[in-house]
Protein backbone atom coordinates (compact mmCIF):
# COMPACT_ATOMS: atom_id res chain seq x y z
CA UNK A 1 0.00 0.00 0.00
CA UNK A 2 0.81 3.55 -0.60
CA UNK A 3 1.79 6.28 2.46
CA UNK A 4 1.21 9.69 1.92
CA UNK A 5 3.11 12.92 4.19
CA UNK A 6 4.27 15.83 4.50
CA UNK A 7 0.65 17.80 4.90
CA UNK A 8 -0.34 20.29 7.46
CA UNK A 9 -0.89 24.06 7.69
CA UNK A 10 0.61 26.28 5.29
CA UNK A 11 0.17 29.87 4.27
CA UNK A 12 -1.09 31.64 1.27
CA UNK A 13 1.41 31.94 -1.15
CA UNK A 14 3.85 29.15 0.38
CA UNK A 15 5.26 25.71 -0.89
CA UNK A 16 4.42 22.70 -0.03
CA UNK A 17 6.13 18.94 -0.75
CA UNK A 18 4.51 16.08 0.20
CA UNK A 19 5.30 12.81 -0.26
CA UNK A 20 4.28 8.93 -1.07
CA UNK A 21 5.82 5.95 -0.10
CA UNK A 22 5.38 2.19 -0.68
CA UNK A 23 8.23 0.84 1.98
CA UNK A 24 6.77 -2.81 1.84
CA UNK A 25 6.66 -2.94 -1.98
CA UNK A 26 7.57 -1.50 -5.20
CA UNK A 27 4.50 0.33 -6.11
CA UNK A 28 6.51 3.95 -6.60
CA UNK A 29 7.41 2.32 -9.63
CA UNK A 30 4.69 2.17 -11.33
CA UNK A 31 2.65 5.57 -12.65
CA UNK A 32 1.82 7.17 -9.75
CA UNK A 33 -1.01 9.73 -9.60
CA UNK A 34 -2.04 12.56 -7.02
CA UNK A 35 -5.63 13.56 -5.85
CA UNK A 36 -7.17 15.68 -4.39
CA UNK A 37 -10.40 16.30 -2.47
CA UNK A 38 -11.45 20.16 -0.82
CA UNK A 39 -14.32 19.82 1.67
CA UNK A 40 -17.74 18.89 -0.22
CA UNK A 41 -16.10 18.11 -3.59
CA UNK A 42 -15.07 15.41 -5.20
CA UNK A 43 -11.49 13.49 -5.55
CA UNK A 44 -10.05 14.88 -8.57
CA UNK A 45 -6.89 14.25 -10.39
CA UNK A 46 -4.02 16.65 -9.76
CA UNK A 47 -0.68 14.90 -11.55
CA UNK A 48 0.65 12.11 -12.79
CA UNK A 49 4.28 10.80 -13.11
CA UNK A 50 4.78 7.93 -15.32
CA UNK A 51 6.67 5.30 -14.71
CA UNK A 52 9.05 6.43 -17.60
CA UNK A 53 8.93 10.17 -16.13
CA UNK A 54 5.95 11.07 -18.02
CA UNK A 55 4.15 14.38 -16.07
CA UNK A 56 0.53 15.39 -16.96
CA UNK A 57 -1.42 18.20 -14.96
CA UNK A 58 -4.55 17.57 -14.76
CA UNK A 59 -6.57 21.13 -13.33
CA UNK A 60 -6.09 24.54 -14.98
CA UNK A 61 -5.76 25.94 -11.70
CA UNK A 62 -2.37 23.36 -10.74
CA UNK A 63 -0.54 24.02 -14.02
CA UNK A 64 2.99 25.65 -13.95
CA UNK A 65 2.33 25.57 -9.77
CA UNK A 66 2.98 21.51 -9.38
CA UNK A 67 6.01 19.04 -10.01
CA UNK A 68 6.34 15.67 -8.91
CA UNK A 69 9.38 13.61 -9.01
CA UNK A 70 10.52 10.26 -7.77
CA UNK A 71 13.37 8.65 -5.53
CA UNK A 72 13.18 4.58 -6.00
CA UNK A 73 16.23 4.44 -3.60
CA UNK A 74 13.54 5.57 -1.09
CA UNK A 75 10.77 4.35 -2.24
CA UNK A 76 8.67 7.78 -2.61
CA UNK A 77 7.32 10.16 -5.27
CA UNK A 78 7.35 13.40 -4.38
CA UNK A 79 4.30 16.29 -4.90
CA UNK A 80 5.92 19.81 -4.67
CA UNK A 81 2.96 22.92 -5.05
CA UNK A 82 3.97 26.63 -5.33
CA UNK A 83 2.09 29.63 -4.87
CA UNK A 84 -0.34 27.66 -2.30
CA UNK A 85 -3.40 28.88 -2.32
CA UNK A 86 -6.80 28.33 -0.08
CA UNK A 87 -8.54 26.54 -3.18
CA UNK A 88 -5.52 24.03 -2.35
CA UNK A 89 -7.00 23.42 0.85
CA UNK A 90 -7.66 19.58 0.62
CA UNK A 91 -7.00 15.87 1.58
CA UNK A 92 -4.21 14.68 -0.82
CA UNK A 93 -3.83 11.02 -1.69
CA UNK A 94 -1.40 9.14 -3.97
CA UNK A 95 -2.66 6.10 -6.19
CA UNK A 96 -1.36 3.79 -8.82
CA UNK A 97 -3.21 1.09 -11.11
CA UNK A 98 -0.66 -1.96 -10.67
CA UNK A 99 -2.42 -3.27 -14.13
CA UNK A 100 -2.11 -0.37 -16.59
CA UNK A 101 -0.18 -0.47 -18.88
CA UNK A 102 2.83 2.68 -18.93
CA UNK A 103 1.69 6.41 -19.10
CA UNK A 104 -0.40 8.25 -17.43
CA UNK A 105 -4.23 8.44 -18.17
CA UNK A 106 -5.68 11.55 -20.21
CA UNK A 107 -7.70 11.51 -17.18
CA UNK A 108 -7.70 9.86 -14.20
CA UNK A 109 -10.72 8.46 -12.50
CA UNK A 110 -11.00 7.25 -9.05
CA UNK A 111 -12.72 3.85 -9.57
CA UNK A 112 -9.81 2.91 -11.85
CA UNK A 113 -7.05 3.20 -9.52
CA UNK A 114 -6.30 -0.22 -7.13
CA UNK A 115 -4.16 0.92 -4.74
CA UNK A 116 -4.55 3.90 -2.01
CA UNK A 117 -2.77 5.93 0.35
CA UNK A 118 -4.83 6.96 3.67
CA UNK A 119 -4.46 10.72 2.34
CA UNK A 120 -2.79 13.82 4.01
CA UNK A 121 -4.52 17.23 5.08
CA UNK A 122 -3.24 20.28 3.54
CA UNK A 123 -5.13 23.08 5.34
CA UNK A 124 -4.26 26.80 3.82
CA UNK A 125 -5.08 29.69 6.35
CA UNK A 126 -3.12 32.58 7.30
Known amino acids: HLVESGGGLVQPGGSLKLACTAP????????IVWFRQAPGKEREGVMCLSRYDQVVVYPDDAKGRVSMSRDTTKKTVFLEMNRIDRMDTAIYYCATNTQWGPGCPALPYVNEMNSWGQGTQVTVSS
Open 24 to 31: ESSLVRYD
